[in-house]
T-cell receptor
Framework: DQQVKQNSPSLSVQEGRISILNCDYTNSMFDYFLWYKKYPAEGPTFLISISSIKDKNEDGRFTVFLNKSAKHLSLHIVPSQPGDSAVYFCAATTVNTGKLIFGQGTTLQVKP | ETGVTQTPRHLVMGMTNKKSLKCEQHLGHNAMYWYKQSAKKPLELMFVYSLEERVENNSVPSRFSPECPNSSHLFLHLHTLQPEDSALYLC????????????FGDGTRLSIL
């Protein structure tokens, strides 16, 4: 029973275009959501997060959108760069537990 | 030195061996975590420590035994592992267990023969 799902295993976009990575969740008690990026042979690196009281959070080229009614969040990267090529994980948690529940990951390839 | 450091990076062991994984964080955090990532599966939380006290054991078999001697160090003691325990083991830390990002080490790639 996967509470956090990333249904697209991979995504390929052209450099300079927008990358949109999607994530769905089932647990309505989740109130904090995060995106991580992972390169081979390295641990996940935190990218951006959003609290359930917001519907959008922006940090430079990265924007996370949260649609609570649809239990859906997305990560927009614009413009995409070849260095963004990595595996992207979404994660969710409930307040003050520290228990992150991760999706399976989406491999993003940005072509020059 | 900063961040979260895990040693060793790679470990091969037999099913009857005893070994330990080490994690050290230099971020001044009070919460530390062990995760497991098996092939083609999401990261799975194993243990949560807060202020050196174990606050979560996510139904992990007793052949995995964590230890947190202080807020900067976390160990995972391994004994009588099974081939299905081969995976990437990741350590993370955060300021506390509130809604804040966790910072990960680069992991230990464990192979059980």
């Amino acid at each position: 029973d996967q509470q956090v799902k990333q249904n697209s295993p991979s995504l390929s976009v052209q450099e300079g275009r927008i990358s949109i990575l999607n994530c769905d969740y089932t647990n309505s008690m989740f109130d904090y959501f995060l995106w991580y990026k992972k390169y081979p042979a390295e641990g996940p690196t935190f990218l951006i997060s959003i609290s359930s009281i917001k519907d959008k959070n922006e940090d430079g080229r990265f924007t996370v959108f949260l649609n609570k009614s649809a239990k859906h969040l997305s990560l927009h990267i614009v413009p995409s760069q070849p260095g963004d090529s990595a595996v992207y994980f979404c994660a969710a948690t409930t307040v003050n537990t520290g228990k992150l529940i991760f999706g399976q990951g989406t491999t993003l390839q940005v072509k020059p | 030195e900063t961040g979260v450091t895990q040693t060793p990076r790679h470990l091969v062991m037999g099913m009857t061996n005893k070994k330990s994984l080490k994690c050290e964080q230099h971020l001044g955090h009070n919460a530390m975590y062990w995760y497991k990532q098996s092939a083609k599966k999401p990261l799975e939380l194993m243990f949560v420590y807060s202020l050196e006290e174990r606050v979560e054991n996510n139904s992990v078999p007793s052949r995995f035994s964590p230890e947190c001697p202080n807020s900067s160090h976390l160990f995972l003691h391994l004994h009588t592992l099974q081939p299905e325990d081969s995976a990437l083991y990741l350590c993370a830390s955060s300021p506390d267990r509130a809604n804040q990002p966790q910072h990960f080490g680069d992991g230990t790639r464990l192979s059980i023969l």
